[in-house]
């Protein structure tokens, strides 16, 4: 267990959602890493909660596919496997190249001027060479793009899956060699949605997922050994 585990009190939720959302992020952040045992009184002591809002936490959390429950030895992080990213790219590849072609038509003025400082914040958090950073910076980016669409029910597919891609998106980031790719890309999606080109943008977004793709497989395929 990280000793920097620690709940995040927030005085508008009950305290089974913070402990749920607590968890939950560990997991997303890799602070609880896949395959790693969670034991009620354990997180219980570490968290100053009793094992009742962590039993229930621990349920949502196997609902959400980030815990597995093992026979005969309780829960566990979900580990991460090619099957379960492949079903996530699948869906988030096609989304994103949607989501960039509509972009090229609806963008305001206002919302390109934040994409083009989102890039620029995001090629800052790089030089950081904070994950937390960076992963942040990524998602950030994102948003606008999603947003700028104007279509509500895509917005909603996307924010559904959004969580499930930043535990990927955490595993992709770890490789710091990635980094001036992730830059370059960032600005080809950009310059495209300016030139309103939604061929290369779309291009663009599904070679984005590509090599995000390619680079998480060699990171499961390196922590599998």
Not at 7 to 33: H, Y
Not at 54 to 75: H, Q, Y
């Amino acid at each position: 267990m990280q000793d920097n585990l620690q709940v995040n009190m927030d005085e508008f939720l009950p305290l089974r959602d913070v402990v749920f959302n607590t968890l939950r992020q560990a997991i997303l952040t890799g602070e609880l890493k896949p395959g790693e045992r969670l034991m009620e009184i354990h997180l219980a002591d570490r968290l100053g909660v009793s094992r009742t809002p962590i039993r229930e936490a621990i349920r949502k959390l196997e609902l959400e596919g980030l815990v597995t429950m093992i026979p005969r030895k309780g829960a566990e992080v979900a580990q991460i496997t090619e099957k379960s990213m492949n079903d996530v790219l699948e869906v988030r590849r096609a989304l994103d190249a949607l989501c960039v072609e509509l972009a090229c038509d609806r963008i305001t003025e206002e919302e390109l001027e934040r994409l083009k400082e989102a890039c620029d914040s995001f090629a800052q958090a790089v030089r950081t060479k904070d994950v937390k950073k960076i992963a942040q910076a990524d998602v950030s980016l994102h948003d606008i793009i999603v947003q700028a669409t104007g279509n509500q029910r895509l917005i909603q597919l996307v924010n559904n899956l959004s969580e499930q891609m930043y535990r990927y998106r955490f595993e992709y980031i770890k490789d710091f060699r990635q980094h001036e790719k992730l830059v370059e890309e960032h600005r080809i999606i950009y310059d495209s949605i300016v030139r309103k080109d939604k061929e290369t943008a779309a291009q663009a977004a599904r070679m984005h997922i590509d090599n995000q793709k390619r680079a998480i497989i060699r990171q499961i395929r390196l922590e599998g050994k």
